[in-house]
């Protein structure tokens, strides 16, 4: 199956974050590919990458990197298809440089940015932005929602069952 998003990371070393949105993705059913091009390291494949990633049938970008995180701009600096960038965490600065690099995008050129290591919303991001145009993505979407309120329902009524007792002073 063509996939229809694509998840980018500036190193491989970010794949223990990014394989989040990746098993959502292939939970959810969404054909997805994944691969690692750095905005400094290899610029003249990431420009092709975003310069083709609509011609080969790619809808949304899920973009990460961290420290200075030029990536997801880049991406999006070279293309008209919608970009998330997922900070990652990894300098000294715990992610929040890598924050502000992608979040702080100049006027024409947005990042829809997720969380410091959000990968897994990465992914219901692009999912929601898919379901816009596929009622049955946008059902699968709805079951999945309802499973994450169903969890939290149960473990609700499980925690009600416990018994505590409290003591004062």
Known sequence: MTPIVSI??????????MEKAAH???????PFEINALSAHRTPAEVEEFA?????RGIKVIIAAAGMAAALPGVIAANTT?????????GSVLDGVDA??????????IPVATVAINGA?????????ML???????????????DSLKNKIVK???????????FKTN
């Open 81 to 89: 298809l919608p970009v998330i960038g997922v900070p990652i965490k």
């Open 99 to 108: 924050l502000y690099s992608i979040v702080q995008m100049p006027p024409g």
């Open 8 to 17: 980018i990371m500036g190193s491989t070393s970010d794949l223990p974050i």
């Open 131 to 145: 379901a816009l145009g596929n009622e049955q993505l946008a059902e699968t979407l709805e079951v999945y929602k």
């Open 51 to 55: 310069q083709n990633a609509k011609k």
């Open 24 to 30: 959502l993705l292939n939970d959810l059913q969404v």
């Open 120 to 128: 897994m919303n990465a992914a219901i991001l692009a999912v929601q």
């Open 155 to 165: 473990a609700n009524e499980e925690l009600q069952q416990l018994k505590f007792e």
